[in-house]
């Protein structure tokens, strides 16, 4: 992201999206999540390893699909302190980079702490309704307007979904500045 923002002088805005909200909220072993298929798991987990070495992304070994709601919500807290995009790459580090569970409290609190994001207990419970309402918002949203995966990447009226190589997304991006100036 940091390289197309260069690229293009681009503002990034990010939307929470909830994934899979049929995850439990102690998240699910993946092995669980695949339905146990073992042959099509490591299909995908060798796909994404390798794009994630492609784009120099660390990857470790993902044992939990996490319910990311929690996540998501802490998220929107964050952008609403200015501090968004530092929280999202703390959040996609811990679960890619270190294998944690991002829908543990105990996770994203030292994160937020990290992050000089004081939310304790107690504020989060006083605020989970709002935040709760604005992630679910966002969700219906996105879903209306036909997203439904993650990552998508939307310039203009055009879009590519899921994670692509920079040079994809690059390509797309030129083409929507070449029709804006048609």
């Known amino acids: ?11 990034i805005k990010y939307k929470p999206f909830f994934l899979h909200p049929e995850i439990p909220e102690g998240g699910l072993p993946i092995e669980q999540f695949y339905g146990g298929n073992r042959a099509y798991f490591a299909q995908v987990k ?3 390893k390798k794009m994630a070495n492609d784009v120099g992304l660390p990857v470790d ?12 919500m802490l998220g929107e ?3 609403e302190q200015g501090r968004h995009e530092a929280y999202h790459r703390a959040v996609f580090h811990a679960y890619w980079a270190e294998g944690k569970n991002i829908g543990e409290w105990d996770v994203l609190s030292e994160i937020m702490t990290e992050l000089d ?8 419970a006083a605020r989970f309704q709002d935040l709760s309402h604005t992630v679910d918002a966002q969700f219906n949203s996105a879903r209306m307007e036909g997203i439904n995966a993650i990552p998508t990447f939307v310039f203009g009226d055009e879009r ?19 029709k804006k100036h048609e």
């Open 61 to 72: 070994e993902i044992t939990i699909i996490a319910n990311t709601k929690l996540a998501l």
């Open 160 to 178: 590519i979904v899921g994670a692509q190589p920079y040079e994809t997304i690059k390509s797309l991006m030129e083409q929507t500045i070449e």
């Open 117 to 124: 994001l004081t939310l304790t207990p107690s504020d989060m």
């Open 1 to 11: 992201m940091d390289k197309l923002r260069n690229d293009f002088d681009l503002e």
């Open 46 to 48: 060798d796909h994404f």
């Open 77 to 79: 807290y964050a952008k």
